[in-house]
């Protein structure tokens, strides 16, 4: 599935499944898995380490490159980054449609971690009124 549109913020789409043609589908699918839960872990540990825009980054290529492998947590983690570090740097007025935009994705539209997301947005909004 992925998400074509956050190309035009980062670039031309990516298939991560395109990476491995020689390995049977079972194996590809479990690799691109984990290739991905490393831009995760790396997106938390540059949060750790005080550098929140490359925390987005890898947020942002986990989201981009590797959606159509990654588990539902998976997208959703890496969403709630993207969406958390947009509403502290450009405000939540900015970070509402890149949420709506978000909850369109079939494994996002019923995560529980975007919707404490959606109402961390909401709650920042009414306070800037």
Known sequence: MGFPWLGTLLGPSL???SF???????????????????HGVRAAAWEVYGCPSMAM???ALHL?????????????????????HTAA???????????HRLQQHPLLSSSPTLRIAELEITHDLCLAT
């Open 15 to 17: 298939s991560s499944l």
């Open 20 to 38: 491995y043609p020689n390995l049977s589908l079972a194996l590809q699918i479990p690799l691109v898995r984990l290739a991905g839960a490393a």
């Open 57 to 59: 980054a890898s947020s």
């Open 64 to 84: 981009l490159c590797y959606s159509d492998a990654a588990t539902a947590d998976d997208l959703a983690a890496a969403a709630v980054k993207l969406l958390r």
């Open 89 to 99: 740097h450009r405000g939540a007025s900015v970070a509402l449609p890149l949420l």
